[in-house]
């Protein structure tokens, strides 16, 4: 008999045909039980621990009037989503007047949507080739928020981020 199985965290692929009888109007029926081998009844199962977060702090790219620079927070799955992603879910402003009008969506085709990492460069990925393209007489600390992925799956930690960088004084 083909093996069965659900993405319901179990699998039937143990059942049995346990025996057969005549039925007058269908000709035979089948009558199935689920044999399990799994010892999880008698033995509780930790919970799946947390995946790794990262703390993300993006600092406006002008002053406010109290001469402080306005600071937003997010958090993120490691390794789960784009920069770009987590500014846009968390109502951030990444983009100057240009690129609010022409940026490319998220492609990596337009250079707009220009970071720099502050803190944390190492929980995020390497630059990508489109990022050398478009940074290669931009500092190292600069990155394209469509092309950086935000931790590693396995990373925890806080990434400090710049926004609008060509604005600083």
Known sequence: MASLGFNLGFSLSNLQIQHRRKVPASGSARVVSCISSSSSSSSPQAPPSPPPEIE???????PGSDGSYPVNKAKAVSGAKLMRSIMQDNKIEL??????VMN??????????????????????????TENRYLKKKPESWRLACQ????????SGKVVVQRIPQWKK
């Open 104 to 129: 490319c969506g998220g492609g990596g085709s337009c250079g707009t949507c220009i970071v720099e990492i502050l803190e944390g460069r190492d929980l995020l990925n390497e630059r990508t080739d």
């Open 148 to 155: 950086t992925i935000v931790g590693n799956k396995e990373n």
């Open 56 to 62: 993300l702090e993006f600092f406006a790219p002008k």
């Open 95 to 100: 983009y100057a007047a240009y690129g609010k």
